[in-house]
């Protein structure tokens, strides 16, 4: 007899990045991949080839409360690393880009179904920061990065 297997469920994420403690996410948008088309001339026909790699930025949402100690901290201080308003400098790319893996993890929270790994990262934008007396949920709603390619 065929045993039934539940489907995987797509809201269970780790996020693992040096110098942060893993942290747990409902939502994480995978950078779109495509390639640019270069066009070229054969006789009477044009020709289409692949181009650069052309990848899209990583967003996580909806970070899961408590998952994350320092994690705010560890944004607002790369952020003004990466570029200094008062300065007017920052540090090298080589400095403060990062390596980040996601884990789709099962049912129980613990074995990770399926990983995926950028290389190249840096946190892009910080979307949605808002503060209320009456409000107890994260400040930081979701986070984008910019990414340079995926490892295998």
């Given at each position: 007899?065929?045993?039934?297997?539940?489907?995987?469920?797509?809201?269970?994420?780790?996020?693992?990045?040096?110098?942060?403690?893993?942290?747990?996410?409902?939502?994480?948008?995978?950078?779109?991949?495509?390639?640019?088309?270069?066009?070229?001339?054969?006789?009477?026909?044009?020709?289409?080839?692949?181009?650069?790699?052309?990848?899209?930025t990583l967003t996580i949402e909806k970070i899961v409360d408590g998952s994350a100690p320092g994690?705010?901290?560890?944004?607002?201080?790369?952020?003004?690393?990466?570029?200094?308003?008062?300065?007017?400098?920052?540090?090298?790319?080589?400095?403060?880009?990062?390596?980040?893996?996601i884990q789709q993890l099962a049912a129980n929270n613990i074995v990770p179904l399926q990983t995926w790994t950028w290389e190249g990262c840096?946190?892009?934008?910080?979307?949605?920061?808002?503060?209320?007396?009456?409000?107890?949920?994260?400040?930081?709603?979701?986070?984008?990065?910019?990414?340079?390619?995926?490892?295998?």
């Amino acid at each position: 007899m065929a045993q039934i297997q539940n489907p995987a469920k797509g809201f269970q994420f780790n996020i693992l990045i040096a110098g942060v403690n893993p942290f747990c996410v409902q939502n994480v948008k995978q950078p779109d991949w495509g390639f640019e088309k270069d066009t070229h001339g054969d006789s009477n026909y044009k020709v289409n080839t692949a181009g650069m790699l052309d990848i899209g930025t990583l967003t996580i949402e909806k970070i899961v409360d408590g998952s994350a100690p320092g994690l705010d901290t560890w944004l607002w201080n790369k952020m003004r690393l990466i570029q200094n308003s008062i300065t007017g400098g920052g540090l090298l790319p080589s400095e403060y880009k990062e390596l980040i893996i996601i884990q789709q993890l099962a049912a129980n929270n613990i074995v990770p179904l399926q990983t995926w790994t950028w290389e190249g990262c840096f946190p892009l934008k910080i979307n949605g920061v808002e503060f209320s007396r009456m409000k107890s949920e994260n400040t930081i709603h979701s986070i984008e990065f910019s990414v340079d390619r995926p490892l295998p």
